[in-house]
């Protein structure tokens, strides 16, 4: 399990030429973060993340309420800027400073909201403001055809039609549409926020389904949730966020759920063996 451990310090803006760019990336991963900050005011919200997400496997992302999730993902999905640190993404430093250039890269951000229009089509969804044609005219079977394959290639065929509203499907088969966008854009790294929230036993197991399709295609998946259940029938790899920092990254075997519940409420699963040494005796 790595453990890691800093304090917040000045660095630079992400990958600006000249900038001191810190720890090298790890090998063979797609994503790193190193020494990525970021301040709300004299809030720390972010104090020196280093994180690795690889390729065709799972990252889930814990952490209590307030721990720096939200803030992390959003600074991946280029909606807020780093303060401090450097992004490499294929062992390259890169600017993240919007969702255009997240997307650019090949970063998709599915919301718990998952953003989907309820009286518009499955295909209409997955092709909007992206559709297909020339001349002002829509190509309806083409962008069918590509719809219908990039939900069978996610294994999601529950769904009646391609052509019903998405305000009639399940939870589940929303989230399966909202993924099917993402892949279909081309993105090498999709971020879940809480993709089992408030679905049921069989809908939600429809989506962890989906996780491991997505994985298995070779994409990288980062999901966030509170429920250990999912998160543990799921991910290659596990971090854990506390008050901003990132306190640990391991596989399952080495963050088991135990450490994983110490380290999201004490930020440390070695607190109850500390506390108990440095009890008095006699």
Known sequence: ????AGSASAGPAIGLP???LGPEPTPGQLLCLRGVGKHFGPVVALDDINLDVAAGKVTALLGDNGAGKSTLIKVIAGIHGSDAGTIYWDGKPVHINSPHDATR????TVYQDLALCDNLDIVANMFLGEELGRFGIISEAPMERKARETLA????????????????LS???RQGVAVARAV????????MDEPTAALGVTQTEVVIDLIRSLAASGVAVIVISHNLNDVYAVADTVAVLYLGRLVAQGSQTEIDRQNAVELITL?????REQAGAAAPTG
Not at 1 to 4: A, F, L, P, S
Not at 154 to 166: A, C, E, G, K, Y
């Open 1 to 4: 399990m790595q453990q890691v």
């Open 171 to 173: 939870g589940g088969q």
């Open 267 to 271: 930020g440390t699963a070695a607190a």
């Open 153 to 168: 290639g996610l294994s999601v065929t529950s769904v009646r039609s391609i052509r019903q509203p998405v305000g009639s």
């Open 18 to 20: 000249g900038d001191e």
């Open 184 to 191: 279909m854009a081309d993105a090498r790294l999709v971020i």
């Open 105 to 108: 890269l090949g970063i998709a």
